[in-house]
C-alpha cells in the first residue's frame, strides 16, 4: 500500500486528488507556489460537457461521467466543511446568430428564434435561435477551491505553500524525490498536477493558453437576476452567479505566461457580451484577470501513469478541469492505492505523444524505454570507410563509456521543414544528435514537434541548454534534459552539452558559468559535453571536474567562417585526456576535413548542413568529411616542407 503520496501543484486537480486519497486512508501533502496563481481560480466555472461540443468520444464520456459525479461530490465537500461551493445545475443556453447546419445530439435541444428569446428574454435582437442543454451547469470555481482547501485541511493533508518545485530526481524508473526551493523532499509516490507549469518540470507538451476575463455586478436598481443561466455564445460566455456578479470569458491567446489583462482582451470580450446582451452595457466593471489553461497539443489531458513507477500524471486539463476534477481524483486514487487503470484513462496515457505502445498495467516501462546499445541510424553505411581494411586502428568514439562509430554530430536546428532535417540526420551518418531543451519545451518556431521526430532508438540523444544565459538556468534545463531523454525512452541518457551564453552577438560562452555548472552538473551525475571558447586552460579545468568531453568552437555559433581557432584548439588536441569535440562555426565539408585531420575526436555541425541549399546532400558530404579526415589524421599526413620536392625521382631518367 503507498501510504505518503505527494502532490505538486495545489489546483483543482491537486485539491481534488489530494481529499479523495485522504479520504482512503493516505497520508498526502501538497507542496504549491502559489495557490492563487492558477487557472482553478481563474477559470468560469462552466460544467458544459455538452455545450463545449467536445468532438473526441473519450473525452466526451470522461467529461459526462464527471459531471454525473458532480452532485454527490459537491454535497460530501459541503457537509465536510459547512461551505458553499455555489454548485448551480442551472443549464445552458447557447444562443446563436445564424441558424445551424448541423444537429446537436441530445442532451441539447433547439430553441427557435421565437422560444429562445420567450425563455431568455434580454438577448441581442440577431439571436436567431439556440440550443438548451439542461444538464449542464456552473459551479463558483473560486470558492469550490477555498472548499477543497478547508476539507484537506481538515481531513489533515499537510501543506506545504509557497514551494516551487524545481526538479523531480529519478533512478532507475522512480522518483527518489522533489528537489523544492526548501530543500529535498521524499514520498512513496508523487503526482504532477502542476497545470500550464507541468512541463517545466517534465518534458510533457503541456502549453500555457492565456485566457481573459471580467466580472460585472449587478446593479441595486436591478430587483431580480436577469440571468439564472449560462449563455454560452459564440467567442464569449456569460455566467450568473447567484451573489449577483455576471462573470465573462474569456479570450484564448497563444501568448506563453504573458501576464495582465489588455484593451484588446477586454474589448472583445465586452463587445461580444454585450451583443448577446446588451443590457449588460450599463453594468458595473467589478474586476477583470487572466489564468493560463494548461493545454496540451491534442487538447486532451494527461491521466494515469508515468514512466516512472511511483510517478502518476494528472495535467493538462486545458478547458474542463472544473468539470473534471471528480472524475480526475476518483481515477487518480484509484492508480495510486488500488494500482487500477480505468480503461477510459488509457486514451489520456502520456505515451500518446511518442512513438511507442501504450505499455499494460502489468508490463512494467522499461520496454518503452530501452534502446539498443550500438546506435547506427540506419544508413551509416555510406559512410563507413572502414580503417581497419588500410591496417589502422580506430576503436571508435567513446564518451563516457559509450562508443559510437560516427565521429559527426550534428543539430536540429535552422531546417527549412522537418522532413529535410530527417533526411539529413540520416545522410550524415551521425548519431548523436544535439536537441535544445528550451526550445523543444516551449515549441519554439521550427521547434514543433521536434523531439518526436527522430527515431530515438537509434540516435543517441545530447540534450542541450541552448538559450541559457547563467549556470543556474544551464543548470536546470539540463536536468529537465534528462528527464527529455527518459520520457523519450532514452532511460540512461545523461549526457547534456553544456551552454551558458549570455551573449546574443557573438554567442560566446562564459567560462565561469560553464565551469560553476559542469562542476555542480557532474556531481548530480551527467556526463557533461562543456561547449567552450577555444581556451586550452579552460579546458583542462573542465576536464579536471569531470567532463566527459570538451567542444572548443572553431568559430561564432552559425557564422560558417570555418576554422578561426586552429593554434589553440591544437594545443586542447595535444593535451586532452577526454575527446576533443569541434563544435560551431564550420562552413563546408573541407574544414570539417581539416579539423579531423588535426585529431579532433569529433565534430558537432548544424548550420552548415540546415543552411546549405540541399542540406541531406551536404549532410552527407559532412559525414564524408569527418570520416576522410578522421582517416587521414590515422594514415599521418606528410611533413610540411619549405621548398619543392620533385614528385618522379630525379635518378634514372632518360636522356635524350
Ligand atoms: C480563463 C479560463 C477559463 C476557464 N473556464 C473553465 C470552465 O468554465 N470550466 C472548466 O471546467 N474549466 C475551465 N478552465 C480550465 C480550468 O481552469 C483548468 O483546466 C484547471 O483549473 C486546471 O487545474 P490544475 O489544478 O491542473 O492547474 P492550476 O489550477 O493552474 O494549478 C496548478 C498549480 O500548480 C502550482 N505549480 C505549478 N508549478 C509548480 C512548481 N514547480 N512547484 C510548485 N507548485 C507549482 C501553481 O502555482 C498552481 O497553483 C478555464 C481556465 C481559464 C484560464
Ligand atoms: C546545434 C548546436 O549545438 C549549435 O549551437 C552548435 O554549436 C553548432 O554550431 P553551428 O550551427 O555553427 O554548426
Redesign the pocket.
Known sequence: MTNDVLI????????ACAVELKLRGANVTV??????????????????PDAENIADAAMLDLCRRSLSLYPDWISKLEELTSLNTGYWPSGIFAPVYQSPITNHQSPAYWLDKAAIHEYQPGLGADVVGGWWYPENG?VD?QALVKVLRTAAESLGVSFKDG????AIAQQEGQVIGIQ?NIGFLRADHYLL??????N??LPLPVRP?????LRLRVPEFVQELPLTRVLFGENI?I?PRRNRSIVL??TSENVGFTPDNTPAGIQSLLQAATRLFPQLADYPIQEMW?????ATSDELPILGESHCKNLTL??G????????APVTANLIADVILSKTTDPLFTHFHYSRFQNTPVPTQSSTTTSMLTHPANFTNGHSKNLSLQPAEFNLQDSGLVIAGKTFQSRLMTGTGKYRSIDEMQKSVAASGCQIVTVAVRRVQTNAPGHEGLAEALDWGKIWMLPNTAGCQTAEEAIRVARLGREMAKLLGQEDNNFVKLEVIPDAKYLLPDPIGTLQAAEQLVKEGFAVLPYINADPMLAKRLEEVGCATVMPLAAPIGSGQGLKTTANIQIIIENATVPVVVDAGIGAPSEAAQAMELGADALLINSAIALAENAPAMAYAMGLATVAGRIAYLAGRMPIKNYASASSPLTGTITG
Open positions: 505538486i501543484g495545489g489546483g483543482i486537480i491537486g485539491l507542496v504549491c507556489r502559489d495557490f492563487t496563481a492558477a487557472a482553478s481560480h481563474a477559470a468560469a466555472g462552466m460544467l458544459a456552473q470555481n514551494v516551487t518545485v524545481e523544492t498536477a502542476a497545470g500550464a507549469w507541468s517545466q518540470l493558453r492565456k485566457g481573459q476575463m460566455y455566467v470569458g474569456a487572466w489564468g493560463f489553461r494548461p494528472a495535467t486539463h486545458y478547458r474542463n478541469g472544473i468539470l473534471l
